[in-house]
């Protein structure tokens, strides 16, 4: 069963041949990180018009690494929501031709539950129930997962996104876009101190399980122009940065995962692939006995895998689509 997905909902063209739900043949990505990086953000039009003039090479690469034809795909699978709709109409317009030309089943995916999907790239024998942290620039979610296609939210970001407080934060400090990327590798490779600057920690109460960021933008705001005088190193406020924003992200998942006596933790989207989440994710998850599996940083990022394997437990469901699909915007997954 060979599924190619299609990924364009934000600033990457990527397309990608999956067998079986968990064998990549192909992963072909187009990022439009230096594009956006002259904006220091994703302009949509900019964004849509990008993966227009990328998505057929994107599309024949994809094809050709996994060394197969049109007639060797039995299935399309799409991402068509959330996300920027210019952006995501491409990717769709894609998918519904190939579906109609060569009359095979479309399948359409949420952007999100794909990036979930992401860890039976990396395992297909999950067992149910687990606890999946799903930590991007758009969303900062806790997910109960009970079984193929069904979610219960446990936790969710009250305003900014975790990747937004990354994207953000950067920005304040004066580091290239994408933000997360910079300060990751600065706090790293400049071993900065995750001490040297007090930011706060929203714990929004003892049982919530919910995350609020935008205090801390505010707090790094405050102290970058409080420090003017006596600049600060760069690596310590990566570092500071970075621990504030993990500090919680690990905090409510381990909580999640022993409010719903929960074994197994997942991890999925950009963030995830944050080397210090890692790291005190797996420490959090050693100490208390709980398993963590979390998808290498290219397949935590945006991709068109984690769409084909999404389609793939769609397919398996009978979760077949029309060629009338639309794009939205936003949709919540549960
Ligand atoms: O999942 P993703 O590729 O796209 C969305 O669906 O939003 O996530 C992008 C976000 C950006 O905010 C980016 O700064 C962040 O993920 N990100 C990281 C890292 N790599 C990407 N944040 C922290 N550390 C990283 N290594
Ligand atoms: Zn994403």
């Not at 970001?157 to 920005?171: I, L, P, Q, V």
């Amino acid at each position: 069963m060979n599924i190619l997905g299609i990924e364009t909902s934000c600033d990457e063209t990527s397309a990608s041949v999956v067998q079986d739900g968990r064998t990549i043949l192909s992963n072909v990505i187009a990022s439009q990180i230096d594009l956006h990086a002259k904006t220091g953000g994703v302009v949509p039009e900019v964004a849509s018009r990008q993966h227009v003039s990328q998505i057929n090479g994107v599309l024949a690469e994809a094809l050709a690494a996994a060394n197969l034809g049109w007639p060797d795909l039995d299935a399309v699978a799409v991402a068509n929501r959330p996300g920027l709709l210019g952006a995501l109409l491409v990717g769709v317009s894609a998918a519904k031709a190939i579906a109609y030309a060569r009359r095979i089943p479309l399948l359409a995916v949420h952007h999100i539950e794909a990036h979930i999907y992401a860890n039976w790239l990396v395992n297909p024998q999950i067992a149910f129930p687990v606890v999946c942290l799903v930590a991007s620039g758009g969303h900062s979610e806790i997910f109960l997962v009970r079984g193929h296609g069904d979610y219960m939210i446990l936790g969710r970001t009250r305003d900014d996104a975790a990747g937004e407080a990354f994207d953000k934060s950067a920005r304040l400090l004066g580091l290239p876009y994408p933000g997360g990327v910079s300060i990751d590798r600065i706090a790293r490779e400049g071993r900065g101190n995750p001490k040297a600057i007090a930011l706060p920690r929203a714990a929004l109460g003892p049982a919530s399980l919910d995350f609020s960021f935008s205090g801390l933008k505010t707090a790094v705001g405050a102290a970058v122009r409080a420090s003017a005088s006596q600049p600060l190193s760069l690596p310590d406020w990566a570092a500071s940065v970075q621990e504030a924003i993990v500090d919680a992200l690990v905090a409510k998942t381990l909580r999640a995962a022993e409010q719903h006596n929960i074994a197994h933790v997942l991890m999925a989207g950009g963030v995830a692939a944050n080397s210090r989440l890692q790291e005190a994710m797996q420490a959090a998850c050693a100490q208390a006995g709980l398993r963590l599996t979390v998808p290498p940083p290219r397949l935590c990022t945006d991709n068109a895998a984690m769409i084909a394997c999404a389609g793939f437990y769609h397919w398996q469901a009978g979760q077949i689509d029309g060629l009338d699909i639309d794009t939205l915007g936003s949709e919540a997954l549960a």
